[in-house]
């Protein structure tokens, strides 16, 4: 475990790749709990307007993470820049929805914008599997492991945290800020030094394509 840490400490693209995972996980898990009650209470969609918003937005969320996958794992030397640009929207949205506190604006960035920082999370753990994968046998499973426990312990403390800030008199709209501020924080800690993922390791599973063809489809159909 030791090993462990001390390469941790000294592998930025590992090191960038938990704290990413902790703050995508933080950004997402802040209005998670709420989310509903700022599009109906804050912004004022009916029950109806809102499914139909969440319906789109699973749609969209799948298509947007085959694709920024793909491009990552393709063009993997600009994987940092695609890391920053989810972040720097993530950031950017957030921070948008707090200052137009507009429902037409919510309902277009909840489509089009937000389902771009939320594959940050894949994004990360991908860097951090391929950095594992570089090292002695013996070092992995504690890495894998505390990356795992990063997402978890964001899932855990930012709910928590945003009940106490709306138990403090925070508004709804506000808690927008808190993802504002973990996406706009990981922009400035993402690491641009981490190998590149080679695309070739994963076959045609890199592609969309790939990800739709029957080879790669069958299998999830027949175990599901």
């Excluded at 720097?88 to 089009?112: K, N, P, Q, T």
């Excluded at 991908?126 to 013996?138: F, G, K, M, N, V």
């Amino acid at each position: 475990m030791v090993t462990a840490i001390t390469s941790m400490r000294q592998k930025t693209p590992t090191r960038s790749a938990i704290l990413g995972i902790f703050l995508s996980g933080f950004a997402s898990a802040a209005l998670a709990p709420y989310q509903t009650l700022l599009a109906l209470q804050t912004f004022g969609l009916n029950v109806e307007t809102y499914s139909l918003l969440l319906a789109i937005n699973s749609g969209v969320a799948v298509l947007v993470a085959i694709s920024i996958g793909s491009l990552a794992d393709r063009y993997s030397q600009h994987r940092a820049t695609f890391l920053r640009l989810s972040a720097a929207l993530g950031a950017a949205a957030f921070l948008l929805i707090f200052l137009s506190r507009s429902d037409y604006f919510f309902a277009v960035v909840f489509i089009l914008i937000l389902p771009i920082p939320a594959t940050l999370p894949g994004q990360n753990f991908a860097i951090l599997r391929e950095q594992i994968l570089s090292l002695a046998a013996e070092r992995r499973p504690f890495l894998l492991a505390a990356g795992r426990a990063s997402s978890s312990l964001a899932w855990t403390m930012a709910p928590a945290l945003t009940a106490f800030l709306l138990w403090q008199g925070a508004t709804l709209v506000s808690l927008t800020l808190v993802s504002a501020a973990c996406y706009g924080i990981l922009v400035f800690l993402i690491s641009g030094s981490a190998n590149p993922i080679r695309s070739d390791r994963y076959g045609d599973g890199t592609t969309i394509k790939g990800l739709l063809s029957r080879t790669t489809i069958a299998p999830l159909v027949g175990e599901a």
